[in-house]
């Protein structure tokens, strides 16, 4: 069996996959490879699976699969697994950092330092006592909650697929949800029905101009609006990890936007949610072999 790892995994999985079968990382080997290991880089299009006639399972080392032609793999009887719990905390954790940065005026009071410019008379805002809506109530979200009940921050959440939460209050519709939000918190897949989701219809339903913080998906936004309601007030400021693309275009509006906190989609890229990701490939794969499976 030939396992190509095609992005990057934690450095002591390759050692260990071993026990499984032959370990590459020449993705010129494709056509040879048994298993796919991908992240977020790779993108396992039909034309890229077609190029695999062996190919019995890709594993996405993370949470959305949107990176991989779901449909077209069962079409081939190829197995697609990902590893949902394992960067729940990574992620939840920047996305956190992202929306303490926007009410701590971070960016500027770092940038006003380095210029020589004092901004002790530019107010912070807390977050306790604030409103926090989630959108999407997964793994992440459920963590981002977790330490928002920990700030003394109300929590509410949109998720049509989930009827219980221990850290937030479900609320039925999304208008209703993130109607009094000073906080959104998106963690939202990239569907047809997610795509654009939030743009100017949806937040005009806002009474308050929130923080939104994306470490989900960045089509979920619709990018053109998001620059014109930062301009206009209606949105007070946007945090984003992801991108349409790694990297974005240059020419991508959210690069320019004031009132705009960017990282370079970093959140899964911690030390320790490496190997986790790394165990719960291992784990995949373990079962899948003694389940007979490939």
Not at 112 to 127: I, V
Request: overall charge negative.
């Amino acid at each position: 069996m030939l396992i190509l790892i095609s992005d990057a995994f934690d450095a002591e999985l390759p050692k260990r996959l071993e026990a499984f079968g032959e370990v590459t990382v020449d993705k010129e080997r494709l056509a040879e490879a048994d298993v796919v290991l991908v992240r977020s880089k790779t993108k396992c299009t039909k034309e890229y699976i077609e190029h695999a006639p062996k190919l019995k399972v890709i594993i996405r080392g993370g949470v959305g699969i949107d990176n991989i032609d779901s449909a077209y793999a069962k079409e081939r009887g190829i197995i697609v697994r990902n590893t949902p719990k394992s960067s729940s905390i990574a992620v939840a954790e920047l996305a956190f950092a992202l929306m303490l940065s926007a009410p701590s005026n971070l960016i500027e009071y770092h940038n006003g330092m380095r210029e020589g410019t004092w901004l002790k008379s530019k107010k912070r805002t807390e977050l306790y006592g604030k409103k926090l809506c989630l959108l999407g109530c997964g793994n992440i979200a459920t963590e981002v909650g977790k330490r928002a009940k920990a700030f003394g921050m109300e929590v509410v959440a949109y998720d049509k697929y989930v009827k219980t939460s221990a850290v937030a209050t479900l609320i039925p519709t999304i208008e209703e949800a993130v109607k009094d939000a000073d906080y959104i918190s998106m963690h939202l897949p990239l569907t047809d029905e997610t795509r654009g989701m939030v743009g100017k219809e949806l937040i005009s339903h806002c009474t308050k101009a929130p923080v939104i913080v994306n470490s989900g998906r960045a089509l979920c936004i619709n990018a053109e609006e998001m620059v014109e309601m930062l301009e206009e007030g209606t949105v007070c400021w946007y945090a984003t990890d992801v991108y349409p693309n790694d990297p974005p275009s240059p020419d991508y509006p959210i690069l320019k936007a004031s009132r705009v906190t960017m990282t370079p989609h970093v959140g899964a890229n911690s030390e320790e949610n490496l190997a986790r990701i790394g165990q719960e490939t291992y784990d995949i794969l373990d079962e899948l072999i003694k389940g007979g499976l490939i």
